[in-house]
């Protein structure tokens, strides 16, 4: 059931920790079919084809296209399954093992389920990444054949795909699906219809501040408030 102003009647203080939602470029064909957002993306909401193209390489551009390389049947790797992806020597019997402290000669990374291109504006990669995880992030990328592309400017969507132009040439992305990680807006939509029907209101995390989203934000800002109310 979705909340509505005539159902929160009566209530001393309402808070609206409803989240974000996905912001949507300002892109010719932005409207085409074979865009979806990452939420649609990743809950299956819509299919996603095998060469895809994702707008946007911050933390849920990278997230997105790591779970896109997995597959849509994705399931937990087994120890082997890891120790192979990585190069890991278990047994410490090959040589160049010995030396680099348990790495195999090279990885063995299982065939990636598609494609993907990630794209941005910026021309460096990671920047908003965790300082002491981004690298294993930029690292799955190398490992499942992810083509990132600094420097984009997004011209149009069609049929045959994404267009882009990247130091001022042009190029096309024939991709099946364009997936948009740029970003997000606030979820507070009913803010405004409660504070005009005379209801106190509070917002929290995304609802409240949508950029740079912050777990810990958001559970200090509903501890604080529950505080309040005490």
């Known amino acids: 059931t979705y909340a509505e102003v005539h159902l929160l009647e009566g209530f001393d203080e309402v808070v609206l920790a409803t989240g974000v939602s996905p912001k949507k470029p300002d892109i010719e064909g932005i409207g085409h079919t074979k865009v979806i957002s990452y939420l649609e993306a990743i809950t299956g909401a819509k299919p996603v084809g095998q060469r895809v193209a994702i707008i946007g390489a911050g933390g849920i551009g990278f997230d997105t296209a790591e779970f896109l390389l997995v597959g849509d049947e994705s399931k937990p790797a087994s120890l082997a399954e890891f120790q192979a992806k990585w190069g890991v020597d278990k047994n410490w019997t090959n040589e160049r093992a010995l030396e680099n402290g348990g790495l195999a000669a090279r990885p063995h990374p299982p065939r990636p389920a598609r494609k ?46 994404l267009h882009i132009e990247i130091g001022g040439e042009a190029q096309t992305l024939e991709v099946d699906t364009v997936v948009i990680c740029a970003g997000q807006i606030s979820n507070a939509q009913l803010e405004g219809p409660l504070l005009k029907a005379g209801i106190s209101t509070q917002l929290i995390g995304g609802a409240d501040e949508a950029g740079e989203l912050d777990a810990k934000r958001a559970i200090l800002q509903g501890m604080k408030l529950a505080q309040s109310f005490s």
């Open 116 to 161: 993907v291109f990630l794209l941005q504006r910026g021309e460096k990669f990671g920047r908003s990444l965790g300082k002491t995880t981004g690298w294993i992030h930029k690292a799955e990328m190398a490992l499942g054949g992810v083509k990132m592309l600094g420097g984009v400017t997004y011209k149009s969507i069609d049929d045959i795909g």
